[in-house]
């Protein structure tokens, strides 16, 4: 286990190969662990970076500011990069990672080579109506509060997305004793609340759009909205697959990172 102490808080992460750095970002219930498959081929050409954030996986369970929205955690990839030495590297998010990646790129475009999002909301309310009401305290409040009921709507919310839902179940519960009750729902909270469309011009760096045309999770219109926000960016949309295509399609996946991380 690799860790980083900052100002905020302990950020576990691990890392694998060799050459020009690339940082990975999971998404909401995740931990560095969904992108196991995705590190071991890119790092044979690449020094793969995936973070756990706060409140989620190995890192830091609490903060100093019980804030774990996505503001907070771009001021976490940021302390990454700079405690890492980190010059400029591309980001890959998946879901709220990649709502993360893109709001880092707004902030920090000097760090941000190249931006790709996976199953990723440019604005909340594309988000399954499950997940948006667990942004509400008092249904976060009472799944914490009664294990069977919080259990029950992980296993759900995996099998809704993904046709590999028991392996992304087992992912989540692998890490889910990290998971306090302030990061599960103020995350998904801001998020929900999160609108990038009116910012998504300032991105200039090369920037992909991963989406699933199954997806139950995050609508895939949100590839189109990105489309629309970032004229540069190349979305595709795998018409077999659902939100999570780590699982789902992951050759085709890596094949497209690989490619988008090469290209010029």
């Given amino acids: ?100 990646s893109l709001s880092t790129t707004m902030r920090y475009p000097e760090k941000i080579v190249k931006v790709a999002v996976i199953g990723s909301p440019i604005y909340g309310q594309s988000l399954n109506v499950l997940l948006k009401l667990s942004g509400l305290s008092p249904i976060a409040a009472l799944l914490f509060k009664t294990p069977g009921a919080l259990n ?14 028991m392996r992304l179940y087992r992912i989540i519960k692998a890490e889910g004793i990290q998971v306090s009750m302030h990061s599960f729902f103020q995350s998904i909270g801001t998020l929900r609340k999160t609108d990038l469309r009116p910012r998504l011009r300032e991105i200039r760096p090369p920037t992909m759009g991963i989406y699933g045309r199954w997806d139950f999770i995050v609508h895939p219109n949100q590839g189109h909205a990105l489309r629309e926000g970032v004229p540069q960016a190349k979305v595709h949309i795998y018409p077999a697959c659902g939100h999570v295509p780590m699982l789902d399609t992951p050759d085709r996946l890596i094949h497209d990172l690989r490619e988008f991380l090469l290209a010029k």
């Fill in 1 to 100: 286990m690799t860790t980083l102490v900052t100002d905020q808080g302990i950020i576990h992460y691990e890392a694998y190969g060799r050459g020009r750095p690339v940082i990975l970002l999971h998404g909401w219930m995740e931990s560095w662990a969904v992108w196991r498959d995705v590190i071991e081929t890119l790092g044979k050409e690449f020094r793969m970076y995936a973070l756990d954030f706060w409140g989620f996986g190995s890192s830091d369970p609490h903060h100093p500011t019980d804030s774990f929205g996505v503001d907070n955690y771009v001021e976490m990839v940021n302390q990454f990069i700079d405690n890492l030495g980190i010059v400029k590297a591309p980001l890959i998010g998946h879901s709220m990672g990649g709502t993360v």
């Fill in 152 to 165: 029950m709507a992980t296993f759900l919310v995996s099998l809704l997305a993904t046709r590999h839902g």
